[in-house]
């Protein structure tokens, strides 16, 4: 583990957790922090934004990691140099089956690599995944809070604008993909390599024959069901982490 201040997270191996939320948005930072007891301000660099608190008893990180794969993998990289041991990712989804709403949440197995970041770190046949133990906690969580969920494979890419984008969405649609981010190929095919646990809780803020300028508009404003669903994946997380602590800590 490092001791030294890492460069663009700008923590230290003192200021870590077992666990960490990666959202990727800077602001939802401070609503996971209304959810935390005893919350300290860590630091602000970039799109790196930190705050450490208590969950149930539970040491948590809080770190955004920025839109992509690129600022994604900066951050997985340099929490694990300082000990963070499991990651979870909540983030936005637009989803890729019809019978999705807002506010429903994807657990993903697995990712399709259609981005580059994790193409920089090995072959493209390498899978990214999740781990399983954090994946079948969430699954049992999120069961448990009686959460509407699907989980199963999504898909990660490196940009909303192209000229094909329909043509996309619909071929990976009919492949049986669930919905598509940014972040979370990178954080599963890094994760792996660097010995992490990973998962990825995604929240649906488009729906499938839906603008996608209007419903990030919508989520942008703080749109019901979007708001509704952020809440839920930060609940699932942090749940998910106080389960997981429960079967590992000594007095189990």
């Known amino acids: 583990m490092e001791r030294e201040l890492q460069p663009h997270i700008r923590l230290t191996q003192e200021q870590a957790a077992n666990y960490a939320v ?15 007891d005893g919350v300290e301000e860590l630091a602000y660099n970039r799109e790196f934004c930190s705050i450490r608190g208590k969950y149930k008893g539970v040491p948590v990180l809080a770190v955004s990691t920025g839109i992509g794969g690129p600022s994604t993998g900066i951050a997985v990289e340099e929490l694990s140099k300082i000990g963070v041991k499991t990651m979870i990712r909540i983030g936005s989804c637009g ?36 781990d399983n133990d954090v994946m079948f906690a969430i699954l049992r969580c999120a069961r448990e809070l009686n959460y509407r969920h699907y989980c199963g494979i ?24 669930l919905a598509a981010d940014m972040e979370t190929a990178a954080l599963f095919v890094i994760g792996k390599l660097r010995k992490v646990r990973t998962g990825s809780i ?12 209007q419903s990030i508009n919508d989520y942008a404003s703080g749109e019901q069901l979007a708001a509704m669903g952020e809440e839920r994946e930060i609940t699932l997380a942090l749940e998910t982490f106080a389960f997981l602590n429960s079967l590992e800590s000594p007095s189990a």
């Open 22 to 36: 990666l959202p990727g948005d800077p602001g939802r930072v401070k609503r996971i922090a209304k959810f935390l």
């Open 95 to 130: 989803a890729l089956q019809d019978n999705m709403k807002v506010g429903d949440l994807i657990i993903a197995q697995g990712a399709v690599r259609d981005e580059g970041t994790s193409k920089t770190y090995i072959d493209p046949s390498y899978p990214a995944v999740t």
């Open 154 to 177: 999504i898909r990660s890419h490196d940009s909303f604008y192209t000229d094909r984008e329909n043509e996309i969405d619909d071929y990976w649609s009919k492949m049986g993909v």
């Open 202 to 213: 995604l929240n649906v803020v488009t729906e499938r024959t839906a603008s996608l300028e």
